[in-house]
């Protein structure tokens, strides 16, 4: 008896560690991480070009839209694009998802002299990607890189290959091409040229080719972003990042920003 009891308050001990390592953060502490790792910024960055890309894509799917239509969609993306809207909505991914057993390992590298660096290298990075459009962007990234040394170049590539960088933007353009498709449906009253099972498998054919173009799209944002900043620390950048906590927090911040990005556009014409 006394084995079994023994055993049973050993297990009941590692239940209760199992739980509390996977424990919800508070709100505040998932806005504090937001605000540290720089998510909190770059969200409020992309709503320009969210706004941007969404008027795009309704005068491409149909070039004979109505000026009503063309109004109310302008109305109904300044409605739910907003930084507001969009935090609220990574900010409760991250609170369900992110460990807390985590949380110290994430706090000591982004209030770090390093993670601030690098945290400030990516806000101002994300500001500038609001006020310059992709391709000058890229054409930069791209100067930066051929002028890189094969050292540097292995340092950049390390930091795509530990962010995921092609396969998770990948994820988001396919889901987001979906959601984007329903929208422009509900505000045009027209249905899809395509179902929603026949559209996500069409874009699941380009994968491998999408994958490919993010993944050089992020080595020359990358060398961009990071052009200031010293082999020495882009590498110790790297170390945490392919780390357990740091892995786990960049695909959860890649999965809260997706479903921010996907809330949004799920709201227009509802």
Known sequence: MQGLIR??????TLLLAAAAAHAQLSEAQAEQLMKLSGGWSQIASMVPQM???????????????SEAVRQKAKAEAARTFTADRLRATARKTLAEGVRASYTPELLAWYQSADGRRVTQAEERAAEEDSRTDQETRTRAGVAVLQAAT?????????????????????????????????SLSRLTGKAPPMSETQLRA???????????????????????????????????????????????????????????????FGAIGR
Do not use: C
């Open 150 to 182: 094969p050292e540097r170049r292995q340092v950049l590539l390390r930091v795509v290959e530990v962010t995921r960088a092609g396969p998770a933007t990948t994820d988001v353009v396919i889901n987001l091409g979906v959601a984007v498709a329903s």
């Open 202 to 264: 069409e874009l699941e054919t380009q994968r491998p080719q999408m994958v490919r173009a993010f993944e050089g799209l992020a080595l020359a944002n990358a060398a961009l972003v990071y052009k200031d900043l010293p082999d020495e620390l882009v590498s110790s950048y790297v170390s945490f990042m392919a780390g357990a906590a740091g892995d786990h927090f960049n695909d959860l911040t890649n999965r809260a920003i997706e479903a921010a990005l996907l809330e949004a």
């Open 51 to 65: 706004k941007e890309s969404f008027d795009e894509g309704l005068a491409k799917a149909d070039k004979d839209i």
């Open 7 to 12: 055993r049973a308050a050993f297990g009941a």
